[in-house]
C-alpha cells in the first residue's frame, strides 16, 4: 500500500485500470484494493516537492524570471501568482507525505481487530524491511548533494510507527496531539545545545534583526538586483555560467558525492531538516485519519472540514501571535527566542506548524478522496494519481536529474532544461507514470522494494499452524 511500498507507493507487480473510488477504507483483511484518492494526494504532494526544489512550472513565461518566486526583480501578477504557489507548497509537501504515510500504514495493517500473530509479525517486517531501504535509498541520494532528501528520515517514520499499527483511532489521536505539543518545543530546546549539526543542516543561529534588514536592503533594491542580472548574463554569453558551477560541483560549490554532508542519527531524530520529533505527529495524524475510515462520502467531507478547521487554528493562532498580538510577548526583537515556537513558517516545526500543515493535509486528502469518487474527475486525475503511484521512482529520479544540472553535467543539447527544469520534469512525470502503470504496474524501483519486504518476511516468519505438505507423514490419531 501507499508508501509502505516505497516513498508513498504501492503495487504487488499488477497492472491496474484506473482506480476504483470505492476502494477499501480501513484496510479490512482480504484483498485490499487501491484509493485512487490517496493516490492522487500523493501525486500532488510529488508535484509540490517538485515546485519546492525546482521552481514553478512557467514561472519563467510569466514573470520572466527562471527563479521558482520572481525573485529577479520580476514584478506583476505574474511574479505574485508564482511567489504564492511556492510558500504554499513549502513544507507543506514534506508534511503530506508524511501524513499520507499513516494513512498508508494503516491500510496496509489492515482493520483494528488484528489477525493471526504470524500476520501481525510478517506485516511488522514487511514495513521493517522497507524502512531499511529506504533509508540505504536516501542516504545515497543525499550523497549527491543536490536536495534536502526526505527519503532516510521517511524510514525512520516507518520503524518508529511499527508498534503502533494496530492502536484504535482515540489512541493513535491522543498520541499526535501530544507529539504536536510536545515534539516541537522538545526539537527548539534540543537545537539551541551546543551539540554538532549534520554539514548539511540550515542553521539560523544568530540571525537578527539587523541581518533581516540587511538583506531586504540589498535583494529589495531593484538597481542592485538589475547589475547582478547584468552581470550574470554576461557570464552566459561568454560561454560561463550565471552560477560559480564547474564539471563535478553543485552550484552550492559543494563536492558531489559528499558524505560529509548528510545526516547522521540524531539529525534524522531532532537536528535535520526533517526531524522525527516533529514529523511523527503528522505520521500519527495520518494514522489516526485512516483509522477512523476514509470510505464514505461523509467520512471524506469530515476530513475535508477537519482539515480546513485545523489548518485555520495552527496558522490563525500564529498569526495573531506574531501580528495583532505581538506587542504583549516579551522579548524586544522579533527574532527573539520566546518567539521562535509561535512561527508557522515552512520548516519552522513548531506546534502551529504542525497543526496547521496536518489540516492542509487532511484537506488535500479530503478533496481528492471525494474528486476521485466522480468518474470523470478520476480518469482526469488519473495521471496524477500514477505518480502518487511511484514516487519512489519519480522523486529519485528527480534528485539524480538535479545533480546533474547542477553539476554541469548535461550535454549542450540540454542547455535549455537549466532553465526550464521543472516544467521538463513534470511532464515527464505524467507521461511516464501514466503509460507505466497501465501496462507494466507498479513502479521501476517500487516492484523490487515490495519483493524483497514479501520475501524477507516469508522466509523470517513461519507459519508453523500450516498444514503439512502433500506427502507428508501425519501426526496424531488416525480414523
Excluded at 550535454?411 to 507505466?436: C, D, R
Aim: aromatic share 8%.
Amino acid at each position: 500500500m501507499a508508501v509502505a511500498e516505497g516513498l508513498g507507493t504501492a503495487g504487488d507487480g499488477r497492472r491496474e485500470p484506473p482506480p476504483d473510488p470505492g476502494a477499501a477504507g480501513t484496510g479490512r483483511r482480504g484483498p485490499r484494493e487501491r484509493l485512487a484518492g490517496v493516490d492522487a494526494a500523493r501525486g500532488v504532494a510529488l508535484l509540490g516537492v517538485f515546485i519546492a526544489h525546482m521552481g514553478v512550472p512557467l514561472a519563467v513565461l510569466a514573470t520572466g524570471d527562471p527563479g521558482p518566486t520572481g525573485w529577479g526583480g520580476a514584478t506583476g501578477h505574474g511574479a505574485a501568482l508564482a511567489e504564492l504557489v511556492s510558500e504554499a507548497v513549502g513544507g507543506r509537501s514534506a508534511a503530506l507525505f508524511a501524513f499520507l504515510a499513516g494513512v498508508s500504514l494503516v491500510l496496509l495493517a489492515g482493520s483494528d481487530r488484528p489477525g493471526t500473530r504470524v500476520e501481525r509479525n510478517r506485516v511488522r517486517v514487511r514495513l521493517a524491511v522497507r524502512a531499511l531501504l529506504l533509508i540505504a535509498v536516501g542516504y545515497a541520494l543525499a550523497t549527491l548533494g543536490s536536495l534536502a532528501v526526505i527519503l532516510h528520515f521517511y524510514g525512520v517514520y516507518f520503524l518508529l510507527a511499527v508498534p503502533l499499527l494496530w492502536l484504535r483511532t482515540r489512541h493513535l489521536a491522543a498520541l499526535a496531539v501530544a507529539v504536536a505539543l510536545i515534539g516541537p518545543q522538545a526539537t527548539l530546546a534540543a537545537q539551541s545545545l551546543p551539540v554538532g549539526h549534520a554539514a548539511g543542516s540550515v542553521e539560523e543561529a544568530g540571525w537578527t534583526s539587523a541581518d533581516d534588514a540587511a538583506w531586504e536592503a540589498t535583494w529589495g533594491d531593484p538597481e542592485w538586483v538589475r547589475e547582478k542580472e547584468a552581470s550574470w548574463e554576461a557570464a552566459e554569453e561568454s560561454g560561463g555560467s550565471a552560477l560559480p558551477v564547474t564539471a563535478g560541483e553543485p552550484a552550492g560549490g559543494e563536492a558531489l558525492f559528499s558524505p560529509e554532508t548528510v545526516e547522521g542519527p540524531l539529525d534524522l531524530l531532532v537536528f535535520g531538516l526533517y526531524p522525527a520529533t516533529v514529523f511523527t505527529a503528522y505520521v500519527l495524524a495520518g494514522m489516526a485519519v485512516a483509522r477512523a475510515g476514509l470510505r464514505g462520502r461523509r467520512a471524506r467531507w469530515w476530513t475535508v472540514g477537519g482539515g480546513a478547521g485545523l489548518a485555520v487554528l495552527g496558522y490563525g493562532t500564529s498569526w495573531l501571535l506574531r501580528g495583532p498580538l505581538v506587542r504583549f510577548l516579551p522579548g524586544e526583537d522579533e527574532f527573539s527566542p520566546w518567539r521562535a515556537p509561535l512561527e508557522a513558517y515552512a520548516h519552522s516545526n513548531t506546534s502551529f506548524e504542525v497543526v496547521g500543515n496536518t489540516g492542509a493535509a487532511m484537506a488535500v486528502v479530503g478533496l481528492c478522496l471525494l474528486l476521485c469518487g466522480t468518474r470523470p474527475a478520476r480518469v482526469l486525475l488519473y495521471p496524477v494519481a500514477a505518480m502518487g503511484a511511484m514516487t519512489l521512482t519519480l522523486y529519485t529520479a528527480h534528485g539524480v536529474l538535479l545533480w546533474a544540472v547542477y553539476g554541469g553535467l548535461l550535454p549542450g543539447w540540454a542547455s535549455w532544461a537549466q532553465t526550464y527544469t521543472v516544467e521538463a520534469v513534470v511532464a515527464f512525470s505524467l507521461v511516464f507514470a501514466t503509460v507505466w502503470r497501465l501496462t507494466l504496474g507498479a513502479g521501476p524501483m517500487e516492484r523490487p522494494v515490495t519483493a524483497a519486504s514479501k520475501a524477507v518476511a516469508r522466509w523470517t516468519v513461519r507459519d508453523r499452524s500450516a498444514a503439512p505438505p502433500e506427502g507428508a507423514k501425519a501426526v496424531g490419531p488416525t480414523a
